[in-house]
């Protein structure tokens, strides 16, 4: 055996994914059977993860904008208008990536935000013709289903038998991550490209075909991912540079052969990133409304963590599990279910360290075993006292810093899926639950097909000589390992359906006979802004309204006056009076609320002068309505008027003029 492919098996050995190839099956049939076993099992799984994905949250059309999943309120208002924004700009020749429609009069830089604006742009025709609402609710579905299709076409290529690569597909489809991260978060939820990615650096890496070309196609998902979620970006980036430092340090001679063509691929994947990414760069650290330093301040990213027995114990995402059991994973991530992102189930967890001492000497096994485990350990937080664990390096470090520990677990469930996946498959050919081997047989291989270079493994036939498996009693190992794979996941089942509530929108902000005037800057009760609550939907009836009106409020990272963050805080907008009336009304705070007298009266006309406000909506929310109400009408000296239960000054400019405040 020359040099080279000797130090081909070496790499191969602990992290191809070309290498180990499973043992393929024997040719059957005529050309209609071929067609049936080539077309057939692809379109199977599409169909089962898209109608399981139909109905995550109930029986409702995909795409509606009568109801929202899971809720018409907090985090759903903020995607709901990263989804309406770029539809609106690019009707109105304006930018997608920065707005003064809201945050009035300051602004918002969509690329300090979980914008997702590459969806927002996409899905534009469909969000003019239907809204956002309707936007929103079909890419909720859809992140479930394209997620679990991606990941199941990239485990095609290192599973013979397909069913391995459907229950890995479609454990990354519905794993806790994915469950509870989809009762807030499409950004994070849309994840058909991390999978894709990481074929492509197995292109790269492992099967060294078609560098340039292949380096290109991830430069593009790479700016693609920037578009829709940086934060996940930085997570997989970071998990494949791990990845690769692991491998270079294992097989050195291997890593050094192959440091060529992983530089050209780097150039080409770089070269295309840098073209195809450079504004939106720019737009982040240097645009409009940029804000300075991570939009996530280290107190709450410090919030939440996950811990050693998050592993086991469910939260009511899940369809299982004892009630003690259940009120214990809930009080492990302070009863929000959305961030307990780490469960992974006893029975899971005794069938990957099954899979883990079967087949640790498979390339697949021992690379994607690390990556899992490396970021569940990131999960656990930066650690307490003297004991610092990863997270409190990253924490530290530029552009990664942002990214929340739990939202590692979105690695850590790639990695479990691809080990499940390999597992299962070697479980099968290999015939463990018989007792007995597969008997090698030589067989050619599959018509048209092209052995990639280093698609060796010590101890395995060579390409051209691939195993026949199972001359009889083939049924017998397959229904076994589906069904311990059912064990395995059941503890996992998600309560499907999921909650969809009615939008809710009041008519004073869609009606055609609206007194709202369009173009307005509104200032609105609830604030868009959010205090701890969730009566904070202003952004999604601007978004229902599609963009009617300009609005004061931001729920979301904005600038403050030094430039720093500023995310669900105050309006920051002097006289504070006018601001400090609407969220006393709604929380509570501050105590005592304003004295309604003259001088509250004078700063609340004062502030609607200043930024030049066009109607001041109230839509009851909470018992203080009544108090805004009175508040507002002492300053305009005029009552408001009922549109459909909701309440508007629709001219406070001519108001103001009628008591003699001059325009600003």
Request: net charge positive; with cysteine; glycine share 10%.
């Amino acid at each position: 055996m020359s040099a080279g492919s000797s130090i081909d098996e070496q790499i191969v050995a602990f992290g191809s994914a070309a290498a180990a190839e499973p043992p393929a099956e024997p040719p059957a049939g005529g050309p209609r059977h071929d067609r049936l076993r080539r077309y057939g099992p692809p379109t199977a799984a599409v169909l089962v993860y898209t109608t399981l994905a139909a109905f995550v949250y109930g029986v409702h059309p995909p795409a509606t904008g009568v109801t929202l999943p899971p809720c018409a309120c907090g985090d759903i208002s903020s995607q709901v208008w990263f989804l309406a924004w770029p539809a609106y700009a690019l009707s109105h020749g304006l930018n997608p990536l920065y707005t003064t429609w809201a945050d009035y009069p300051h602004g918002v830089n969509l690329m300090n935000n979980t914008a997702d604006p590459l969806l927002g742009i996409i899905f534009a025709p469909f969000t003019l013709a239907y809204g956002a609402l309707s936007t929103f609710s079909l890419l909720m579905r859809l992140a479930f289903a394209l997620s679990g299709m991606s990941m199941f076409f990239v485990l095609r290529r290192w599973v013979r038998w397909w069913p391995a690569a459907f229950v890995g597909g479609l454990l990354f489809e519905f794993s806790p991550f994915m469950v509870g991260q989809s009762q807030s978060h499409l950004f994070l939820v849309f994840l058909p490209l991390p999978p894709i990615m990481m074929a492509l650096l197995d292109e790269l890496v492992m099967r060294r075909r078609h560098i340039v070309r292949n380096g290109i196609l991830l430069g593009v998902v790479v700016a693609a991912q920037l578009m829709i979620s940086p934060e996940i970006l930085a997570i997989m980036v970071l998990a494949a540079l791990c990845g690769l430092v692991v491998m270079a340090i294992r097989r050195p001679r291997a890593a050094l052969e192959r440091s060529r063509d992983l530089l050209r691929g780097a150039l080409s994947a770089g070269a295309t990133f840098l073209v195809l990414a450079a504004y939106p760069i720019w737009i982040y650290f240097r645009g409009p409304f940029h804000v300075s330093g991570p939009p996530h301040p280290v107190s709450e990213l410090d919030q939440y963590h996950s811990y050693p027995a998050s592993l086991i114990y469910p939260t009511s995402l899940q369809r299982f599990g004892l009630g003690s059991w259940l009120a214990k994973g809930m009080v492990l991530v302070q009863k929000n279910g959305v961030e307990h992102t780490t469960y992974i189930g006893i029975p899971l967890l005794v069938l990957l360290a099954f899979i883990w001492i079967r087949c640790r000497r498979v390339g697949q096994v021992q690379l994607f075993m690390l990556v899992a485990l490396g970021g569940w350990v990131v999960t656990l937080g930066p650690g307490k006292g003297s004991i610092k664990l990863p997270y409190a390096l990253l924490m530290k470090l530029p552009l990664i810093s942002g990214a929340l520990d739990l939202r590692y677990s979105s690695v850590m469930y790639l990695g479990i899926a691809v080990v499940l996946a390999v597992g299962l498959d070697r479980m099968r050919s290999e015939g463990v639950l018989s007792g007995f081997r597969a008997r090698p047989a030589t067989v050619p291989p599959p018509r048209g097909s092209v052995p990639p270079p280093g698609s060796l493994v010590a101890g395995e036939p060579a390409t051209g000589e691939r195993q026949a498996g199972w001359t009889g009693l083939r049924l017998g190992p397959a229904l076994g390992c589906l069904g311990i794979a059912a064990v395995a996941l059941l503890p996992l089942l998600p309560a499907l359906p999921y909650r969809s509530t009615f939008a809710g929108v009041p008519a004073l902000f869609t009606a055609p006979n609206s007194p709202l005037v369009p173009g307005s800057v509104v200032l609105s009760y609830p604030l868009p802004v959010s205090y701890g609550g969730s009566n904070d939907q202003a952004l999604l009836w601007q978004s229902a309204a599609s963009m009617r009106f300009k609005l004061i409020g931001f729920r979301g990272s904005v600038a403050g006056p030094t430039g720093k963050p500023v995310r669900g805080a105050a309006l920051l907008l002097p006289p504070y009076e006018a601001e400090q009336v609407l969220v006393w009304a709604l929380y509570g705070k501050p105590s005592p609320p304003p004295a309604n007298d003259a001088a509250t009266a004078r700063a609340i006309e004062i502030f609607l002068n200043t930024y030049d406000v066009g109607a001041v909506t109230v839509v009851p929310s909470g018992p203080g309505t009544a108090s805004v109400l009175a508040y507002y009408t002492a300053a305009l000296r005029v009552p408001p008027v009922d549109f459909g239960g909701s309440y508007i000054w629709p001219d406070v400019q001519q108001d103001l003029r009628r008591i003699g405040i001059k325009s600003a």
